[in-house]
């Protein structure tokens, strides 16, 4: 199971940070990822860290202001959100057990573990 929270209101140019918490599972079993869906739009995988060698992915669209990262036991996955547009303004989503290969730019868009999701809305 995964629980998301930290969504909320920020003005452009602000900060959010987002967090994911895991129960029953660590995330050194599974690749995890966090992705998001805007208001009429496909659902797009932002980022995700890869089990096995703990690399990560970011989708060109939050490259260099966005970062992922884990807590020490592996149960917590955050998204530190810099410099935020309005074009991000959507629902993120985390998910465990996702295709993650950020060495061939791959990030898959099934994952057998979502959480709630949490709104994130970013005015101008």
């Known amino acids: 199971q995964l629980q998301a929270s930290g969504g909320g209101l920020v003005q452009a140019g602000g900060s959010l940070s987002l967090s994911c918490a895991a129960s029953?599972?660590?995330?050194?079993?599974?690749?995890i990822a966090w992705f998001r869906q805007a208001p009429g739009k496909e659902r797009e995988g932002i980022s995700c860290?890869?089990?096995?060698?703990?690399?990560?992915y970011y989708a060109d669209s939050v490259k260099g202001r966005f970062t992922v990262s884990t807590d020490n036991a592996k149960t917590t996955v955050y998204l530190q959100m810099n410099s935020l547009k309005p074009e991000d303004t959507a629902v993120y989503y985390c998910?465990?057990?996702?295709?993650?290969?950020?060495?061939?730019?791959?990030?898959?868009?099934?994952?057998?573990?979502w959480g709630q999701g949490t709104l994130v809305t970013v005015s101008s």
């Open positions: 860290i890869s089990s096995s060698d703990k690399s990560t």
């Open positions: 998910a465990a057990d996702v295709i993650c290969l950020p060495t061939l730019n791959i990030i898959g868009i099934h994952a057998d573990y």
């Open positions: 029953g599972f660590t995330f050194d079993d599974y690749s």
